[in-house]
């Protein structure tokens, strides 16, 4: 069925899942996942339940930033396959009656995409104005370390970065370049895509009267950034009945209202980031962590379902290919790992909003734990460490932070299975396997009533047949509670009622809670509550 066909709010009641290509699965023994790989798993994700596969970036490209940076935005890197073996696989996803959203990385390319070579190559060339250039560089600074500018010898010229060297940004004030970029999104289309997950969109447009103030401040959330994405939506998206999710760093609540009010036809949903940032350190770099506060999460996310309650729409997520796992991170990956799995899952799949599923957290999958520099790949951290060691860092902090907040902890292998190399891969795996495979893997999971992944399944198949999980209104229950995490969501006279103990201890319940229907988990309706212990009731 095509999109087309669909209710216009279907996304509210999808539930997406995030591949990762290269570490999702290998089918020709080389390390990498790929997309033959990722079709012979599609019966799995139709098992679990989901709507919509995104995938990471597939597309040619020297993988500076595994594939974030991309020379060919119409073809496919050698490593994930050929053109023709994705075609194939969006026709085997849409044959198992699911949608695919494709990566759009266009706020920058790779310096060996042909646009840039050529932009590079002179100053009269007919691209020079596609990227961003100037004759002096100042103090400005690239978020994966080092400055902004990069000097080019042909033109005399700097050009600008907001990520790595190899990630110039593309000047989206040419006209061209953004005719460029609606062309290629439509020519995707034309294929079978379903929508796109746009990286870092709300950067595009900057704002150079505040260079002074940095580059971030410069580029988030610029001047011309609605009208730009009012523009896409008119030349590519308009009428299709796509699913678009805009990811925003620094997008508050009164922005994601505007970026995503259907009257104002942008993009149908925003990931946001300040609840991921809540073990951060203000001002400082994500790797100087600090404890995350619960009552200080819950005010968050119930800032933003207040806040976009009557007008707009959020993603919801703990994990993607950027973060930690959440198990690792908010949850115990030790001894109530499963339970913890399933309360976090809880308490995110039943709020407001269309909830992401990243790969492998449907099985518990838990950070890697590397405890050497030379383990990790991630440019992130490996620049951020090579700059600690600089500075005289000593070695085991800066191993601690990357255990704690690295990228690659959710980048490791998928788990298939307890063979070698956890299934994953025959050959030798790009990125070491998670040691606890034996334990932890698919097909453990899918024999055990008991597994976090039935209880995905289960969660997703509330969303599916509850209205209430979709449009109920929601009110929190004990904010300033240090360990309880509940709320209620009301809807046409019933109440959805979701407790969960994000805590290692037995905890008792403030208050007495109204029987129903147990949808979810084990009901305590007074008294104490388990570790973890998670589930809801309909009343
Ligand atoms: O991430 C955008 C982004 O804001 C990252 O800088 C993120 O904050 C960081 O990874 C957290 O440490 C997107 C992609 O998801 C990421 O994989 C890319 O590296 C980045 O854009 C550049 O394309």
């Known amino acids: 069925m095509s999109t087309r066909d669909l209710p216009a709010d279907w996304f509210k009641s999808a539930v997406v899942y995030q591949i990762y290509p290269r570490s999702f699965a290998d089918s020709n023994g080389d390390g990498y996942g790929d997309v033959p790989g990722i079709i012979s798993k599609l019966d799995y994700l139709k098992t679990l339940g989901v709507d919509v596969i995104w995938l990471s970036p597939i597309y040619k490209s020297p993988q500076d930033d595994n594939g974030y940076d991309i020379s060919d935005y119409q073809d496919i890197d050698p490593m994930f396959g050929t053109l023709a073996q994705t075609e194939q696989l969006f026709a085997e996803v849409h044959a198992r009656g699911m949608k695919i959203v494709m990566d759009l990385v266009v706020n920058h390319s790779s310096d060996e995409h042909e646009w840039f070579v050529e932009s590079a190559s002179s100053k009269d060339n007919p691209k020079h104005d596609w990227y961003i250039w100037s004759d002096t560089a100042d103090d400005l600074y690239a978020y994966f370390g080092g400055g902004a500018w990069e000097w080019v010898e042909a033109r005399q010229q700097y050009y600008f970065h907001q990520f790595t060297r190899k990630q110039p940004d593309l000047n989206w004030e040419n006209d061209d370049v953004r005719a460029a970029v609606y062309k290629m999104m439509n020519w995707w289309l034309e294929r079978g895509v379903d929508g796109f997950r746009m990286d870092v969109i709300n950067l595009i447009s900057k704002d150079w009267s505040k260079r002074d103030q940095g580059t971030w401040q410069m ?54 980031f300040e609840h991921m ?32 309650e009557d007008l707009g729409w959020n993603s919801l997520y703990w994990n993607n290919h950027d973060q930690p796992r959440i198990l690792s991170r908010w949850g115990n990956d030790g001894m109530h790992r499963v339970a913890s799995a399933k309360a976090l899952g809880t308490v995110l799949h039943l709020m407001r909003g269309t909830p992401y599923i990243y790969q492998g957290e449907e099985l518990g999958m838990t950070n890697a734990y590397f405890t050497e520099l030379e383990q990790y790949q991630d440019v992130e951290s490996v620049n951020w460490a090579a700059d600690m060691v600089a500075e005289g860092r000593p070695l085991d902090r800066i191993l601690d932070s990357l255990q704690v907040k690295g990228r690659d902890n959710a980048r490791t292998p998928m788990l298939w299975n307890d063979s070698e190399n956890a299934g994953f891969t025959s050959g030798k795996p790009w990125l070491k396997v998670n040691d606890n495979y034996t334990e932890i893997n698919a097909e453990a999971a899918l024999a055990d009533k008991g597994s976090v992944f039935w209880h995905y399944r289960d969660l997703i198949e509330l969303r599916h047949h509850h209205d209430i999980v979709v449009n109920g ?37 403030p208050s007495n809670l109204s029987p129903g229907e147990v949808v979810i988990g084990t009901a305590t309706l007074s008294g104490d509550l388990s570790p973890w212990q998670s589930f809801a009731i309909l009343s």
């Open 473 to 509: 209104t929601f009110d929190l229950l004990w904010p300033e509670h240090e360990h309880i995490f509940a709320y209620q969501r009301k809807l046409d006279g019933k109440t959805l009622t979701v407790v969960a103990n994000f805590s290692d201890h037995t905890v008792s319940l």
């Open 219 to 272: 580029c988030q959330n610029g001047p011309r950034v609605h009208e730009w994405l009012q523009e896409m939506n008119r030349e590519v998206l308009r009428g299709k009945n796509l699913i678009t999710v805009g990811e925003m760093p620094g997008a508050s609540v009164e922005l994601a209202r505007d970026y995503t009010n259907p009257e104002r036809h942008e993009l149908n949903m925003v990931f946001t």
């Open 277 to 308: 940032d809540l073990d951060g350190t203000v001002g400082r770099s994500k790797f100087d962590y600090s404890k995350m506060h619960l009552p200080d999460l819950k005010a968050n996310l119930n800032k933003w379902q207040k806040g976009l």
